[in-house]
């Protein structure tokens, strides 16, 4: 079962909250807990060279699937990559091409690996976004990627 980032965003305050959460992802998978607490799939092994290797290539790929001319592509993948590396791994990453489009990509642990995922793209202002199939999923050679539950206290700091 595949978790996806609809309707993530509900803070867990309370004891009670894990409880229901651990229940509610044991009974129906984590698709479940992305209702109570955010879920994020995070890469860890970026500086591993066959990871960034196929990160690299994987992201030219879904760029160009998405009718990005191979130089646009190419410039887009390379600012996201290098922005990536800066921010230490987040959880979601954005791609802005000299065409005007701007995508957004995140991470999903799968046994043996990480999965790329297009889920959202804007054009002239106009943001979609597809957390149910996706725009594009892409397989990583080599990459380890984890869940992570983000907690907030209700404050922001």
């Known amino acids: 079962m595949t978790c996806d980032r609809f309707a993530q965003g509900r803070p867990v305050h309370s004891l009670l909250g894990w409880v229901l959460a651990l229940v509610a992802a044991t009974l129906s ?3 479940a807990l992305s209702w109570v607490a955010p879920l994020y799939g995070q890469l860890s ?5 066959v990871c960034a290797q196929s990160f690299s290539t994987e992201l030219l790929a879904a760029l160009k699937e998405q009718g990005e001319t191979a130089e646009d592509a ?15 791994e987040p959880e979601q990453f954005e791609a802005a091409s000299s065409s005007g489009v701007s995508y957004w990509f995140d991470f999903e642990p799968k046994t043996g690996g990480c999965r790329l995922r297009l889920y959202a793209r804007q054009k002239g202002g106009a943001i979609t976004s597809n957390t149910i199939t996706y725009y594009a999923k892409r397989q990583m050679t080599g990459c380890i990627c984890k869940w992570n ?3 907030s206290n209700g404050t922001d700091d």
Do not use: E, H, M, W
């Not at 092994?45 to 060279?49: L, V």
């Not at 410039?75 to 230490?88: N, P, T, V, W």
């Open 149 to 151: 539950v983000i907690v």
């Open 29 to 31: 998978g984590c698709s």
């Open 74 to 88: 190419t410039d887009a993948a390379g600012r996201a990559l290098r922005i990536f590396s800066r921010k230490g």
């Open 45 to 49: 092994n970026y500086a591993d060279p």
